[in-house]
Nanobody, 121 residues
Framework: QLQLVESGGGLVQPGGSLRLSCAVP???????VGWFRQAPGKEREGVSL????????IYADSVKGRFTASRDNAKNTAYLQMNNLSPEDTGVYYC???????????????WGQGTQVTVSS
């Protein structure tokens, strides 16, 4: 099982930006990478999914136009650029990597420990 490591979270004011990273201890070119988030008291929800070579990317409607997923397979690292953040984006952000395709968390078994994102003034 892969031990993914997320980083880049923090406290940011509304309208601000953060860039999350997901380090994968395996050749990333073999895996699709998903980003999910979980707010207190809520279920984990899919945010974005990027294909193994980055040619296909999907986003949840709530983040379209604000978040951008990318990846650097040479560095075995995926990224999530988050712009124009709002308090509704607050939560623990997780990345996952695997062969599945979809924004349902049940499709994936490899998860990192998560990184906290707090959007507040």
């Amino acid at each position: 099982q892969l031990q993914l490591v997320e980083s880049g979270g923090g406290l940011v004011q509304p309208g601000g930006s953060l860039r999350l990273s997901c380090a994968v201890p395996a050749p990333l070119k073999h895996f699709n990478v998903g980003w999910f988030r979980q707010a207190p008291g809520k279920e984990r929800e899919g945010v974005s999914l990027i294909s193994n070579i980055g040619d296909v990317i999907i986003y949840a409607d709530s983040v379209k136009g604000r978040f951008t997923a990318s990846r650097d397979n040479a560095k075995n690292t995926a990224y999530l650029q988050m712009n124009n953040l709002s308090p509704e984006d607050t939560g623990v952000y997780y990345c996952t990597a695997g062969g599945s395709w979809g924004l349902e968390s049940s499709l994936y078994t490899n998860w990192g420990q998560g990184t906290q994102v707090t959007v507040s003034s």
